[in-house]
């Protein structure tokens, strides 16, 4: 299997690459320098059912912006939701 860099895109049209959450800008900026560095050319766009579709769009069309040579499209699963767990300011929120 290809080495790749997954972004996910939550429901509520938050971007996050890992547990980290970026905003649309940040993200094209740090898939530019990752992609640069030789890193990989290949980039998964993990999305929730129910994301807007016009916010995966625009992830995929920064990924393609950004230099990837090869954007891919997956669903969520819920396991991936449940690991998704953040802490913020000391309160958890749940993706469902």
Not at 22 to 29: A, E, P
Not at 66 to 92: D, F, N, R
């Amino acid at each position: 299997m290809e080495k790749r860099i997954v972004i996910t895109v939550t429901a509520d049209s938050k971007v996050y690459f890992g547990k980290e959450e970026m905003s649309k800008d940040k993200l094209l900026n740090f898939l530019v320098g990752y992609l640069q560095a030789g890193n990989t050319k290949i980039i998964e766009v993990s999305a929730d059912k129910a994301t807007p579709h016009g916010t995966v769009i625009q992830v995929l069309d920064i990924a393609k912006k950004a230099g990837a040579e090869k954007v891919t499209l997956s669903a969520i699963k819920k396991k991936e939701l449940t690991e998704m767990c953040l802490l913020k300011s000391g309160e958890k929120i749940l993706f469902h």
